[in-house]
């Protein structure tokens, strides 16, 4: 199984780059995790925000395979404990196919490709900064992974 994070948002800073590098190595290839940045929408004083948002939305369809099981990433989600995440990591790789993390762009993902979304997961009530989403994510899956193998670093 892959898990795709499929992230809105280009050029992040170093240490994020660095903290989701360190997070993906220590997994394996049965579990790997891969970043998809997704080039934002246009913004700007007068800008559309609903194209914007369907814009994004239409270029993460574009690195979707059509079995993927994807799990929208959104304030609004079900918040999840860790091992919470750790059940419904198992459930995904029983299920056979790929998982698709969403991150839509500053206002969201697109209202079509979130109501799409098979699950809907909150990694806190706060609105957190997109580069903090990546590493929280990254290591997050990792811990998972760690519940499921019976590995120490969850303690």
């Known amino acids: 199984m892959k898990v ?22 220590r997994l394996p290839r ?28 239409e270029r993460i369809r574009e690195r979707l395979r059509g079995n993927d099981k994807c799990v929208a990433l959104e304030v609004t989600g079900d918040t999840w404990s860790t091992e919470r995440l ?6 995904w790789r029983l299920d056979g ?33 997109h580069p903090l989403v990546r590493l929280v994510v990254a290591e997050q899956i990792y811990r998972a992974w760690t519940l499921l193998v019976g590995h120490p670093y969850h303690r």
């Open 4 to 25: 795709k994070l499929l992230a809105v948002g280009t050029r992040m800073p170093g240490w994020v780059e660095q903290g989701v590098a360190e997070y993906r190595k």
């Open 30 to 57: 049965d579990f790997a995790l891969e970043i998809h940045e997704i080039p934002p929408g246009a913004r700007g004083k007068n800008a559309d925000t609903k194209r914007a948002m369907a814009l994004e939305a």
């Open 86 to 91: 750790a059940r419904e990591a198992e459930a």
């Open 97 to 129: 196919r790929d998982v698709a993390l969403l991150v839509g762009g500053p206002d969201g993902l697109d209202p079509g490709l979130s109501s799409a979304s098979e699950q809907h997961w909150s990694l806190s009530p706060l609105t957190l900064p």
